[in-house]
């Protein structure tokens, strides 16, 4: 058994990096030579995933015209040699088939990943949030490893965590483990962005999952929350509550979860994205130490 489809809800408005995101999906801000998604999009096809549905909503049809072929730019590109840029667009030449479905309503997370339901069917899938990117790191890589315990463990819902600051705690949905192993174990239960003092642990969920269709019931199960919204985190709560197995990945080591949800994390992703650059990661390097030395 495989695992060939995955989701990346992109209906997200965004509100929190206007004006930039006015009248542009926050999913295609840059981020060092990319897009955001364009490397959501790279970690699921280099891990064999084939078959990518975007959940999409208003103002998000450059993400479809990004991911459209372009087979005069392609030919254009071979003919002038130029063989960088055509690394960059490497997904142009993968046999990989994209979808689309809008939500049309802002109704949570979990009610776009219920959008996904036809295009599932009755397989196990890949969500990857369309405005995080994880860091590259060697093989076996996070999607792999989530995949590979999903599959072993006959799990009905496999997520990846990190920990972060108790400060940052409110911010994320939690996992309270079951029993704590060193790299990954069963979650107890899941609380959507806890207020303080009722902290069940430091792991937060990292924007990657696997699930099985189960979900999909579970979702229906869940009660909208703040806003009218259905959030994934209390829907897996209820899966939980099912009687489902909820397994959880730590981050590895030199693994990064790069948020793009605000100023503050969009403008790290972007530093640390430019200072990785083969080509002018040296100098943006040489540029910030010499700003650095006048300001201090």
């Given amino acids: 058994m495989s695992i060939e489809k995955a989701v990346i809800p992109v209906a997200g408005a965004g509100t929190r990096l206007l004006p930039a995101t006015k009248s542009q999906p926050k999913e295609m801000l840059p981020v060092g030579r990319k897009p955001v998604v364009q490397y959501v999009v790279e970690e699921l096809v280099a891990q064999g995933l084939r078959k990518i549905l975007f959940v999409t909503g208003r103002k998000k049809r450059s993400i479809e015209d990004h991911f459209d072929k372009d087979p005069d730019l392609v030919r254009m590109l071979t003919e002038s040699g130029n063989t960088g840029l055509l690394e960059q667009l490497e997904y142009e030449k993968a046999e990989v088939s994209f979808f689309y479905v809008r939500q049309g309503l802002p109704l949570g997370l979990g009610h776009a990943i219920g959008c996904a339901q036809d295009f599932v069917g009755d397989e196990s899938f890949v969500v990857a949030l369309g405005d995080t990117i994880m860091q590259p790191t060697e093989s076996p890589t996070l999607i792999h490893r989530l995949i590979q315990s999903h599959l072993s463990h006959r799990s009905d819902c496999t997520l990846a965590v990190c920990e972060v ?24 239960a899941l609380v959507e962005k806890p207020a303080k003092g009722e902290v069940p642990s430091r792991y937060a969920i990292a924007a990657r999952y696997v699930f099985n269709p189960n979900i999909f019931e579970a979702i229906r199960r869940t009660p909208p929350g703040m806003g009218g919204e259905v ?66």
């Fill in 165 to 188: 600051f108790e400060d940052e705690v409110s911010r994320y949905g939690i996992v309270r483990p079951k029993a704590e192993e060193a790299d990954e174990f069963e979650a107890e």
């Fill in 231 to 296: 959030q994934i985190t209390d829907a897996i709560g209820v899966l939980l509550r099912m009687g489902g197995k909820v397994r959880c990945l730590k981050l590895g080591p030199g693994e990064r979860r790069y948020d793009i949800g605000n100023h503050q994390s969009y403008f790290r992703a972007f530093i640390d994205f430019a200072l990785m650059d083969e080509e002018y990661g040296y100098t943006v390097r040489q540029y910030l130490q010499r700003k650095l030395r006048g300001l201090g």
